[in-house]
């Protein structure tokens, strides 16, 4: 299976995934990809921290940016 594929799985097989268990899957990403992944978290975090003046809190910035992030790498071709 995929990094992609595990991930999913380890989100949504468990009530509460263990952190451990991401962090596996995590490190199996490039090093590029993991400082590019950081980077994203952390300016999602801080935009969090300021979610009474930009109203993005937790939930929000997860619903704009999921699909983004965990797409996965086939995608089909939209009717027209």
């Known amino acids: 299976p995929?990094?992609?594929d595990e991930l999913i799985a380890a989100?949504?097989?468990?009530?509460?995934?263990?952190i451990s268990t991401i962090n596996s899957?995590?490190?199996q990403l490039p090093p590029?990809?993991?400082q590019a992944l950081?980077?994203?978290l952390e300016l999602l975090v801080n935009t969090s921290h300021h979610s009474e003046k930009n109203r993005m809190d937790a939930v929000a910035l997860g619903i704009v940016f999921s699909p983004l992030l965990m797409?996965?790498?086939v995608f089909t071709q939209p009717a027209i």
């Open 2 to 4: 995929s990094i992609h």
């Open 11 to 18: 989100l949504t097989n468990s009530t509460e995934p263990a």
């Open 71 to 73: 797409r996965p790498i």
């Open 32 to 34: 590029l990809y993991q």
């Open 38 to 40: 950081q980077l994203v």
């Open 25 to 27: 899957i995590l490190s």
